[in-house]
Structure formats: structure tokens, C-alpha cells
């Protein structure tokens, strides 16, 4: 069965201080990973798509990367505005219509 | 250019009452997808339509029905609703030929 999982559920940072966030997947076989941002009350907003091992993308202060097994999205200097809940999903090469199924998400604080 | 709109944004049921829910795509997208999303919860796929047609469904029970219209909008009506169906709605649109989807902000359902 097709798995993917978040973490840390919930974190917490300092303006400016960078972190990591991780998403771990075990699938059939990979077509795509996505990450979305969430804001409280409203609908996900796509952020990157990855499709192969190695492969990173980046915008303004989010850069995603994708391994075999997981995919990271660093968060470098962080501002307040960047105060969100951020989920993965993957696609499925089993799957013809491509389904999202996502992690439960990780909920990022920021703190002036 | 719009992107994929949902109404009502809110709504209050009793249980064992029907709800109908609504999605406009984003202009130029014929896919439509819905999802279910608890508090602090990854969304769950619910169903896709593409031309008029469910042609995937996820593991929701048969009081989860919907909908699409040749104009590509789609309805998701919910029968009997219990207080575990209280949940995000959330429409996504794409294009058939396209890995990724656009989100609208959802519909807050409460069933008391």
C-alpha cells in the first residue's frame, strides 16, 4: 500500500532561522511529488512538482529536493509570512488518472 | 482569469440530512476532483469526473455521489450525513493531459 508520511507534525521558528521539513514516501512507483502550502480555511496552493531523484526546484525562500525514498523542503531564513501548513503528496505510476494522495502536513509556526 | 471557485464557503447540517456542494474549474481545465479534509488531516480523495463520467473513487461509501456538467463544473452530494462527515471540502481542477491540479478554498462543512 501506497504510504506517505510527514514530519514533524508541527514546527516552530525563530525569524530567520532555517529548518528542514521531510516527507517520506514508500509507493508502487513515483510519476510526481507535489508540495502544497495551506493556509488556515483555504484550499492548497501548489508550490513545486518533482519527478525524478536528484532533481530540486526552488522559489524565493523554499527550495524542494527529491531522493528515492523522500523529498525535503527547506525553509532558508524564514519570515512570519511564511507562517503555514505545508503538505506533500505523490502520484502514483499505478494509478492511470493520478490521484493526489497526501502526508498528514507539517504546520510551520514563524515568530517575529 | 478565475481559478476554481466553490460555494457555499460554509454550511451548518443536521444529521441525516443531504448536502450538495459546488465546483466552477478553472477556465480551461475538464478534470475535477474532490477531496475530504478533517481538522489537522491530509485530504483524502474522494472522486474524479472527467467528461460527465466518475472514472475513479476513492474509499468513500456510496452516500457520497456526485456530479459534472457540460459546462465541466461538478457537484458533490453528501446523503445521510453524519457527524463524521464534518469536514474541509475541497474541489481541484486540471487538465486531462496534465499531472497537476489547482485547488479552490474549499467548503466548511459542520454537521451537528
Known amino acids: 500500500e501506497d504510504q506517505v508520511t510527514q514530519s514533524p507534525e508541527a514546527l516552530r521558528l525563530q525569524e530567520g532561522e532555517s529548518s528542514s521539513l521531510n516527507c517520506s514516501y514508500t509507493?508502487?512507483?513515483?510519476?510526481?511529488l507535489f508540495w502544497y502550502r495551506q493556509d488556515p480555511g483555504k484550499g492548497p496552493e501548489f508550490l513545486f512538482t518533482?519527478?525524478?531523484a536528484g532533481e530540486e526546484k526552488e522559489k524565493e525562500r523554499l527550495k524542494a529536493t527529491l531522493t528515492k525514498k523522500e523529498s525535503f523542503l527547506h525553509i532558508t531564513a524564514p519570515k512570519p509570512e511564511d507562517s503555514a501548513t505545508y503538505l506533500c503528496a505523490v502520484q502514483v505510476t499505478t494509478d492511470s488518472w493520478g490521484k493526489l494522495q497526501f502526508g498528514a502536513g507539517t504546520q510551520v509556526v514563524v515568530t517575529p | 482569469d478565475a481559478g476554481v471557485t466553490q460555494s457555499p464557503t460554509h454550511l451548518i447540517k443536521t444529521r441525516g440530512q443531504q448536502v450538495t456542494l459546488r465546483c466552477s474549474p478553472k477556465s480551461g481545465h475538464d478534470t475535477v476532483s474532490w477531496y475530504q479534509q478533517a481538522l489537522g488531516q491530509g485530504p483524502q480523495f474522494i472522486f474524479q469526473?472527467?467528461?460527465?463520467?466518475?472514472?475513479q473513487r476513492g474509499n468513500f461509501p456510496d452516500r457520497f455521489s456526485g456530479h459534472q456538467f457540460p459546462n465541466y463544473s461538478s457537484e458533490l452530494n453528501v446523503n445521510a450525513l453524519l457527524l463524521g462527515d464534518s469536514a474541509l471540502y475541497l474541489c481541484?481542477?486540471?487538465?486531462?493531459?496534465?499531472?497537476?491540479?489547482?485547488f479552490g478554498s474549499g467548503t466548511r462543512l459542520t454537521v451537528v
Open positions: 469526473y472527467y467528461e460527465e463520467e466518475e472514472r
Open positions: 509507493v508502487s512507483g513515483l510519476r510526481g
Open positions: 481541484a481542477s486540471s487538465w486531462a493531459g496534465a499531472h497537476g491540479y489547482t
Open positions: 518533482l519527478y525524478s
